[in-house]
């Protein structure tokens, strides 16, 4: 167990809907990075958070948004969705990217597996 | 944009023998992780190999890096069922954890 909590595990929606997803990251992490996994994409950064700020923006699509909560828990905002975008998301935590103790590991939720029908 | 490329895609050996995995990334990096990844789970880390370091041991496994070749390779010796899994090399260009960058992977099936 990771530490980090990622609801819902399975969603199935259809073309042109909005979900949420949504992160806890562990305890005391103030990174939350999400992913998307897909079979022809790999896996593909999307965007990071540190302590509520966003930090670093990847592959991410303008449908798609996230944030940072105060209580460090963050969420992705999936809109108008395609077929493509069905994929695993995964959210990630680490502890402090800037400070001393940074060793660059990446905590992982166990995912949440979005199919658009 | 993927930065690392493992090699092979795929790969098969019995219960007993030696994995070995390759990565090859494109620019200079701060350091290289090796994830794995269980079927539809979550990826855990591994190891973590800086770019200061040739060799690093943990464990059943063992990580080169090459960084005038930009390639490491992750060993797994006397493999077990339970090995069986995804590896991805993560390469880390900034020193910062936004900037990790994972490769395709490796499927690896141990057969008992």
């Known amino acids: 167990d990771s530490g980090v909590t990622q609801t819902p595990k399975h969603l199935i929606t259809a073309t042109g809907q909005r979900v949420t997803l949504r992160c806890s990251p562990r305890?005391?992490?103030?990174?939350v990075y999400w992913y998307q996994q897909s079979l022809d994409q790999g896996l593909q950064f999307l965007i990071q958070?540190?302590?509520?700020?966003?930090?670093a923006k990847g592959n991410i699509l303008e449908r798609f948004s996230a944030q940072q909560f105060p209580d460090l828990h963050s969420e992705l905002n999936l809109s108008s969705l395609e077929l493509g975008d069905s994929a695993l998301y995964f959210c990630?935590?680490?502890?402090?990217?800037?400070?001393?103790?940074?060793?660059?590991?990446?905590?992982f939720g166990e995912g949440s597996r979005l199919t658009v029908l | 944009s993927q930065q690392g490329e493992e090699d092979p895609q795929a790969l098969s050996i019995q219960e007993g023998e030696n994995a070995t995995m390759n990565c090859s990334y494109k620019t200079s990096i701060n350091n290289l992780q090796w994830y794995r990844q269980n079927s539809g789970r979550g990826l855990v880390h591994l190891i973590l190999i800086r770019s200061n370091e040739r060799e690093k041991h943990s464990g059943r496994l063992r990580v080169t890096l090459d960084t005038s070749k930009k390639s490491s390779s992750l060993l797994i010796t006397a493999s077990r069922a339970a090995d069986t899994a995804s590896y991805f090399c993560a390469t880390d260009a900034s020193g910062g954890a936004q900037k990790l960058v994972f490769g395709q992977g490796t499927r690896l099936t141990i057969n008992p």
């Open positions: 305890s005391g992490d103030l990174s």
């Open positions: 990630a935590s680490s502890v402090d990217s800037w400070g001393e103790d940074y060793t660059g590991e990446l905590f």
């Open positions: 958070y540190y302590n509520g700020e966003e930090r």
